[in-house]
């Protein structure tokens, strides 16, 4: 049972475009998201998070947004650059379970120059 | 500091062998975590520790997983009579209590068991 779904496994954009990466969440008791990025030979890298008290959260290029209500978050990169192309991975994690995080499949995006 | 350390990088082992993975956190994290990614999926939540203590097991972590970490400091992850299911990364990660849940992770040790 994918608690996490990311459903596309890749994407590829041109630089200075806009990427936008989604994730669906079923379990309502996440309360905390996240997006994590994955270059080759490395771990995944944290990007940005956002509580479920919010609706969006800003930071520089990258911004998440949050739909509780089809539990539905998004990443958005403006605009974007080359060195975007990486594996994004979403995550999420709900109170009281020692912050472990549930993390999706990840979408390979590749930014074009 | 430079971050989460693991060792080895990667681990060729034969089937039924046992094999150890260290994870050196930043120092001044009081969480560590171990994941498990296998291709093509992202990473599962294996254990988790405050300080010394062991405080959640995932039941992905079958009674041939071990996981220590002595004092608070470094930890192990131990395989016993390894199979070729096990082949995936292992992922070591650390956090402060009010980490803003921003783990740092390791560059991981990649397990191939033939």
């Known amino acids: 049972d994918q608690q996490v779904k ?13 990427s936008i990466l989604n994730c669906d969440y079923t379990n309502s008791m996440f309360d905390y998201f996240l997006w994590y990025k994955k270059y ?9 998070s956002i509580s479920s008290i919010k609706d969006k959260n800003e930071d520089g290029r ?24 990486a594996v994004y991975f979403c995550a999420a994690s709900r ?5 472990q995080l549930t993390f999706g499949s990840g979408t390979q995006l590749t930014v074009l120059p | 500091d430079t971050g989460v350390s693991q060792d080895p990088r990667h681990k060729i082992t034969k089937r039924g062998q046992n094999v150890t993975f260290r994870c050196d956190p930043i120092s001044e994290h ?33 009674d041939r997983f071990s996981a220590e970490r002595p004092k608070g400091s470094f930890s192990t992850l131990e ?6 299911g096990d082949s995936a990364m292992y992922l070591c990660a650390s956090s402060l209590d009010s980490g803003g849940l921003g783990y740092t992770f ?5 397990l191939t068991v033939v």
Do not use: C, M
């Open chain 2, 106 to 110: 390791g560059s991981g040790t990649r």
């Open chain 1, 40 to 48: 080759p030979a490395e771990g995944p890298t944290f990007l940005i």
């Open chain 1, 6 to 18: 990311q459903n596309s496994p890749s994407l590829s954009v041109q630089e200075g475009r806009i």
């Open chain 2, 79 to 84: 395989i016993q009579r390894t199979e070729q």
């Open chain 1, 62 to 85: 990258f911004t998440v947004f949050l739909n509780k209500s089809a539990k539905h978050l998004s990443l958005h990169i403006v605009p974007s650059q080359p060195g975007d192309s």
């Open chain 1, 95 to 99: 109170s009281g379970s020692a912050r």
């Open chain 2, 30 to 62: 009081n969480r560590l975590y171990w994941y498990r990614q296998t291709l093509g999926q992202g990473p599962e939540f294996l254990t988790y520790f405050q300080n010394e203590a062991q405080l959640e097991k995932s039941r992905l972590l079958s």
